[in-house]
C-alpha cells in the first residue's frame, strides 16, 4: 500500500489575490480520497524536518534569519511567500514529508509527498515559492546515512531546477536531469548535469520524444539506488506561468514514463508535487492527482 505524506501544516491563508495556489493540497489530497484512490490509513503526518537535517544543505546564517524571522524584505520578496512561524513550519513539514516518503521508497519500492518539489531553494538563500529545498535535504539525508549512493533527481516542472541543480553541482552521488522551458523562470539557469531546454508552446509530441529518448539511457548509465521524480504539473496548456502547450493526456504519458520505468528496474522512487498553477482549479487538481492515480495503479 502506497503511503502518503500529508499534514493540515501544508496548508495556511496567504493574503487574498496571492498567486500561489496553496488551496490544491487540501483539494488533491481530498478528491483521492473520494474517488477512492487512496484511503484514510494512507496519509500520515510527516511531522518536521530537524535543524541538523536542513543544516546538511543550508547555510546556518540563511536557516538562523528563517528560525528568528529576521530575513530581510528583499529575501522575502525574492521568495514570494510571507516568511512567519506558520510558513516556516510548513516548509519544515514539508521537507519531514520528502525525507519520510525517501525512506518509504527503499522500504516499499516507492514514497510519496503531497506537496513538496521545492527545488528552487538554494543553500543560502530561497526563490520562486520555494523556502527549503526537500529533494536536496532528502537526498543528502539518505546519502549521509549511507543508505544509498547514487541518487538521481528527475525534475519535470516546466521551471529549471536551479536551486537543486546549485546545490549538487560539484556532488557526483547525486545527477540532476532537468526538462524545462527554455525561455521560463529562472531568467539565469544553472547547470544541472543533464539540461533539456524546450521551447515556447512544447506539444505532447515533442515533450514526449525527448523525455523518452533520455530517461532510459539516462538510468542505465546512472544506475541510481533511488530517482526523486520532481512532477510539477506547470507543463500544461492552460497553465498561467507555464508557456507549454501539453495536455492532461500528455502529462499522464509522462507519469507512465518515468513511473514505470522505475518498476520495470525496480528502482525505489519518490514524488514530489510541485508546481502547478493553472487558473482553472480543476483542470490543475485533475492532473496532480492523475501523477498519483499512476503511482498507485502502479505499484497496487
Avoid at 25 to 37: A, F, R
Avoid at 65 to 76: C, E
Amino acid at each position: 500500500m502506497v503511503k502518503f505524506a500529508f499534514s493540515d501544516k501544508y496548508l495556511y491563508k496567504l493574503p487574498e489575490g496571492h498567486r500561489f495556489p496553496i488551496e490544491k493540497y487540501e483539494l488533491v489530497k481530498e478528491q483521492l480520497l473520494h474517488e477512492g484512490t487512496i484511503e484514510p490509513s494512507q496519509l500520515y503526518d510527516p511531522g518536521l524536518a530537524t535543524d541538523d537535517q536542513i543544516l546538511k544543505v543550508h547555510t546556518k546564517d540563511y536557516w538562523q534569519s528563517l528560525r528568528t524571522l529576521t530575513l530581510d524584505k528583499k529575501a522575502v520578496r525574492k521568495i514570494g511567500l510571507p516568511v512567519t512561524e506558520k510558513s516556516l513550519n510548513r516548509a519544515r513539514n514539508s521537507v519531514a514529508g520528502t525525507i519520510s516518503a525517501a525512506h518509504n521508497a527503499l522500504k516499499s519500492s516507492v514514497g510519496v509527498n503531497l506537496a513538496g518539489g521545492t527545488h528552487h531553494a538554494y543553500a543560502d538563500h530561497g526563490e520562486g515559492f520555494c523556502v527549503l529545498n526537500d529533494i536536496a535535504i532528502s537526498a543528502t539525508d539518505l546519502i549521509n546515512s549511507r543508505l544509498v549512493h547514487k541518487v538521481l533527481v528527475v525534475d519535470l516542472d516546466v521551471h529549471q531546477g536551479n536551486g537543486t541543480a546549485k546545490i549538487f553541482e560539484n556532488n557526483p552521488d547525486v545527477f540532476t536531469f532537468s526538462m524545462h522551458g527554455e525561455n521560463n523562470y529562472p531568467l539565469h539557469k544553472e547547470q544541472s548535469d543533464l539540461d533539456i531546454p524546450l521551447p515556447y508552446q512544447c506539444d505532447d509530441d515533442t515533450y514526449l520524444r525527448l523525455l523518452q529518448s533520455h530517461l532510459p539511457d539516462l538510468i542505465n548509465s546512472v544506475q541510481p539506488d533511488i530517482i526523486y521524480f520532481q512532477a510539477g504539473v506547470d507543463v500544461l496548456a492552460s497553465d498561467k506561468l507555464g508557456k507549454l502547450s501539453l495536455t492532461r493526456d500528455g502529462i499522464k504519458m509522462r507519469d507512465q514514463i518515468v513511473i514505470s520505468s522505475c518498476k520495470e528496474q525496480s528502482i525505489p522512487l519518490v514524488i514530489t508535487m510541485g508546481g502547478g498553477y493553472s487558473e482553472r482549479l480543476p483542470d490543475l487538481v485533475e492532473a496532480h492527482c492523475t501523477t498519483f492515480r499512476i503511482a498507485v495503479s502502479t505499484y497496487h
